[in-house]
């Protein structure tokens, strides 16, 4: 009962904590003049660079897909199917998912070490020492620079899913690319590709902002930001599971 | 000035300050010594209000910073600079761009050229060349980054300067160039100080009054003079301790 009771005073101080944060965020953002010098920088960094890795994984995930709704279906449901099934996962699930997975382990453990580094460093309190608020140097381009960035990595991610997804079947399924096209159209809606990309936005922040709360709460040493890199990375996948879900939701009421 | 106001600060159950009161005058300099884990850098980090006080108060050039809305808040820590234990230069910028962090931030977005200048002075005032403005502090020896630090803290003509020990971690050399150095700005700049610091020959070369700050409290204040004829057994375990013992809180 005691260790319940501790992680529930635990989840509701971080609850609190984040949410003062958040609070501190939003208002930092309705000053882009101050922040988007700062904020351009790092959208450079978290997102020109990671287009290789998002498009590897994008391209396998398109790819996988096929292949297994090719060996689930093929000779059961008509094979144009597999268009609809590729196109409908990636823009839905995998491209956002997937490329938010690998911006949490390339940009939210990097934002995580990074601030908490320079906590640890006393370069924080030297922000601060010379009169800079830390939320508006350090977490406001950053979370900025997330939401930015996320959408059109993830538009790239769909257009590299599908098109592996499309190449995959061509090279291994009995279905011809005109087959592959309608079940593409059959499924594609507006709605999908737009949903898709506010979710990417929605983890864009939940990326940045996780890496940036744990980071500015770093204590200890090397020790310490190494603690910090890991609950960035575990702290963001589980938000993004969360998100995922809660979003899920709302695509069905509104679709 | 800067006032502290018999100031309380626990962590947990570990009482670092205990009712702790200090003044230093408008362009005195005070040492402050202790052994380690005593509540030193955490009396100056009271002083710019990047720790409150449990019970007191800070007052500094006429603000009680316990008290202070964020925009005086700023004000007055745009008065003070403070030199940190490791320097704590950003990484990610170069000496230049470091030192101008110093300045307010108005003037940094309306007069680059100007703010340029500055920083070259203040690289000057800091005995360091001006080539040294484009490298990173990881390009920097432990002496040189103390410097740039002093030199970010004095950069906004700050009127009040915290150096939390400023010699920590340098060889004697380096030691002695620093505190010339503080001594210099001092002289120059006439600005209020304070040194938290545990090299005790230097401090006493810089600084008008000396403060003991023992067990949480201020054990004993007073100037150089009287810190050495002092027959208090923990003044002198500190000002000679290859004599006695030093005694750990």
């Known amino acids: ?255 | 000035m800067i006032e502290l106001i018999e100031v309380s600060k626990s962590f947990g159950a570990n009482v670092i300050l205990d009712k702790v009161s200090l003044r230093v005058e408008e362009g005195e300099t005070l040492a402050l010594f202790g052994p380690s884990g005593t509540g030193k850098s955490v009396t100056l980090k009271h002083i710019i209000g990047l720790i409150e006080p449990d019970e007191g108060d800070v007052i500094v050039d006429g603000v009680s910073i316990p008290n202070a809305g964020r925009s005086e808040l700023k004000r007055v820590r745009q008065r003070v600079g403070y030199v940190f234990q490791g320097s704590a230069l950003f990484d990610s910028m170069n000496v230049e761009e470091n030192i101008i962090l110093g300045m307010p931030e108005q003037r940094v977005r309306e007069d680059k050229a100007g703010c340029h200048e500055r920083a070259m002075e203040c690289l000057r005032l800091v005995n360091l060349e001006r080539q040294v403005a484009d490298l990173y502090p990881s390009e920097l020896s432990g002496g040189m980054q103390k410097r740039v630090a002093m030199a970010r803290a004095i950069a906004g003509h700050q009127a009040y300067l915290l150096y939390d020990e400023p010699t920590t971690g340098l060889d004697p050399k380096n030691a002695s160039i620093i505190t010339n150095l503080i001594a210099h700005l001092q002289e120059e700049l006439g600005v209020t100080g304070i040194i938290v610091t545990h090299d005790i020959e230097n401090a006493f070369r810089v600084s008008d009054r000396v403060a003991l700050l023992y067990e949480a409290q201020i054990h004993a204040l007073g100037t150089v003079e009287e810190f050495l004829e002092s027959s208090d057994p923990v003044v002198q375990s500190f000002v000679r301790p290859d004599t006695e013992s030093v005694p750990t809180a």
């Open chain 1, 1 to 255: 009962m005691a260790a319940i009771g501790a992680g529930v005073t635990l989840t509701l101080y971080h609850a609190a904590g984040a949410a003062v944060l958040a609070f501190h965020t939003l208002r930092g953002m309705l000053r882009p003049r101050r922040y988007y010098q700062l904020m351009l920088a790092q959208a450079f960094d978290m997102g020109v660079a990671s287009i290789p890795v998002v498009v590897v994984v994008a391209a396998l995930s398109g790819a996988v897909t096929s292949q297994q709704s090719g060996y689930q279906f093929t000779g059961t449901v008509p094979i144009w199917i597999i268009g609809s099934i590729v196109t409908a996962s990636v823009l839905t699930e995998l491209g956002p998912l997937l490329t938010a997975l690998v911006l949490v382990g390339r940009v939210g453990a990097r934002i995580g070490a990074e601030l908490g580094t320079m906590v640890v460093t006393e370069q924080v309190d030297a922000l601060r020492a010379v009169g800079r608020d830390p939320i508006e140097q350090l977490v406001v381009p950053r979370v900025a620079a997330g939401i930015l960035v996320l959408p059109p990595l993830v538009a790239i991610a769909d257009f590299v899913g599908i098109g592996a997804g499309w190449l995959g079947a061509m090279l291994t399924l009995p279905i011809t690319s005109s087959e592959f096209i309608y079940g593409t159209r059959t499924y594609f809606h507006d709605f999908a590709l737009w949903f898709g990309l506010i979710k990417a936005a929605v983890f864009g922040a939940t990326i940045t902002f996780i890496g940036c709360y744990v980071g500015l709460r770093a204590s200890g040493g090397a020790e310490g930001v190494g603690r910090t890199t890991t609950n960035a990375v575990v702290a963001g996948t589980v938000a993004l599971m969360f998100w995922d879900a809660v979003l899920a939701r709302l695509l069905k009421a509104f679709g």
